[in-house]
């Protein structure tokens, strides 16, 4: 499973777009990439998941360069409720079923 | 929609007790992940199982067990309780489908386990 870096900490403000990198250099060729949010005393939540390329739902965009060693999630205009921690996942389920979630990004959205 | 249960939501316990936590997973699901979190940490996978098979195995102690039944709940059986086992215990499920090289979990609300 392919270990990844990201920011321990970021700040923003209200109606600001937030863009959290995360570092996976060593990913594999069949690794997807995945985001999940989590607010306080609640289960992860999932957000977005791709390959390379740009992806984009009601609910974020993920950009993967072509050499998908890294990856960003971007927030558009963030609000209060935005503030969480988010996790960068890197895997694949080729018959085993283990995730490891990294240290997270924890984001404080402030008014 | 209906989503996985956990139960109980709370659970408090002495040391060298034992537990056992229930997830119920979302219905047609057929995979259950079991992840602790301890006070301000990040989820460690504990286990999983695929259509009632243990699937793979994380940082679980020996203490624990876990299994999936026939119905596709699972339970997560813990003894000889110890003080580091106070934490949260999420159950999430998903459901595999052919060709997916990855799927969504989706997480309970928890248990929140402590041992006094």
């Known amino acids: 499973l392919a270990k990844t870096t990201q920011p321990i900490s970021m700040d923003s403000y209200e109606g600001q777009e937030v863009n959290i990198t995360c570092s996976h250099n060593n990913i594999a060729t069949n690794d997807y990439i995945t985001w999940y949010q989590q607010f306080p005393s609640q289960g992860p939540r999932f957000i977005i998941q791709?390959?390379?390329t740009k992806v984009t739902n009601e609910v974020a965009s993920l950009f993967i360069p072509a050499d998908r060693k890294s990856s960003t999630l971007s927030l558009p205009r963030v609000s209060l409720s935005d503030t969480a921690v988010y996790y960068c996942?890197?895997?694949?389920?080729?018959?085993?079923?283990?995730?490891?979630f990294g240290a997270g990004t924890r984001l404080f959205v402030k008014a | 929609a209906a989503g996985v249960i956990q139960s109980p939501r709370h659970l408090i316990k002495e040391k060298r007790e034992t537990a056992t936590l229930k997830c119920y997973p979302i219905p047609r699901h057929d995979t259950v992940y079991w992840y602790q979190q301890g006070p301000g940490q990040d989820p460690q996978f504990l286990i999983s199982?695929?259509?009632?098979?243990?699937?793979d195995k994380g940082s679980i102690p020996d203490r624990f067990s876990a299994q999936q039944f026939s119905d596709y709940h699972s339970e997560l059986n813990m003894s000889s309780l110890e003080l580091g086992d106070s934490a949260l215990y999420f159950c999430?499920?998903?459901?595999?489908?052919?060709?997916?090289?990855?799927?969504?979990?989706?997480f309970g609300p928890g248990t929140r386990l402590t041992v006094t």
């Open positions: 996942l890197v895997g694949v389920n080729t018959g085993g079923f283990k995730t490891i």
């Open positions: 199982f695929y259509e009632k098979m243990q699937s």
């Open positions: 791709g390959y390379k």
């Open positions: 999430a499920s998903s459901l595999i489908r052919m060709g997916d090289r990855v799927h969504e979990q989706y």
